[in-house]
Each structure stands twice: as structure tokens, then as C-alpha cells.
């Protein structure tokens, strides 16, 4: 996609742009989109921050969050496995000749 984007930014300069850019700032680990602005030099009329950062806390967050989820879905099929051992399949009563 970087590749795409620089070569969009090419095609603008071959149409007489001056400045353009790809906006994929550093301070935020990439975007989840790519932008490419025909005026790199005014990304504040994009709306686009010039020096982006972004706090490390909801990444360390969601790892804290994936960690637990695998430790309840491995609980969950220990459970299951105990369970069958210990009680084995369910099966069908008999009929034991009651009408309904």
C-alpha cells in the first residue's frame, strides 16, 4: 500500500503539485488508513495533525484483554473435557412404556 501511495504522490507532482505527501506519521505506530494530501505542507487544513502521538496505554490494554480471553477459552475447554470424563455423553432416557 506505501508503494501505491508514493506513487500517487508522484502522479501529483507530474500535475503540478508542489508538495505532496503521504501522511503515515511515526508517532502513532501507522493509521489504519492512508492518506495522500496534495498540500504535505498544510495537513491542517486536511485536519490531520503535524506530530501525532499516540498514548501506549490502549495498546497495553487490549494485550492485558487477549491474555485473559485466552486463559478463560482454554478454562472453558478444560472445563468441557473434565466435564465428558467425569459424566459422560448425555444420552437419550428410554421410554418406559407412560403415554403421554
Do not use: C
Request: charge should be negative.
Amino acid at each position: 500500500m506505501l508503494a501505491l501511495a508514493n506513487h500517487k504522490v508522484d502522479l501529483l507532482i507530474r500535475r503540478g503539485f508542489e508538495t505532496p505527501a503521504v501522511y503515515n506519521p511515526a508517532g502513532v505506530g501507522g493509521t489504519h488508513m492512508m492518506y495522500v494530501v496534495p498540500h504535505g505542507d498544510h495537513l491542517n487544513e486536511y485536519r490531520l495533525p503535524s506530530d501525532p502521538i499516540a498514548s501506549p496505554m490502549p495498546l497495553k490494554f487490549q494485550s492485558v484483554i487477549k491474555r485473559v480471553g485466552s486463559y478463560l477459552f482454554g478454562f472453558g475447554l478444560f472445563a468441557t473435557l473434565f466435564h465428558f470424563l467425569a459424566v459422560g455423553p448425555e444420552s437419550p432416557e428410554e421410554d418406559q412404556g407412560i403415554a403421554p
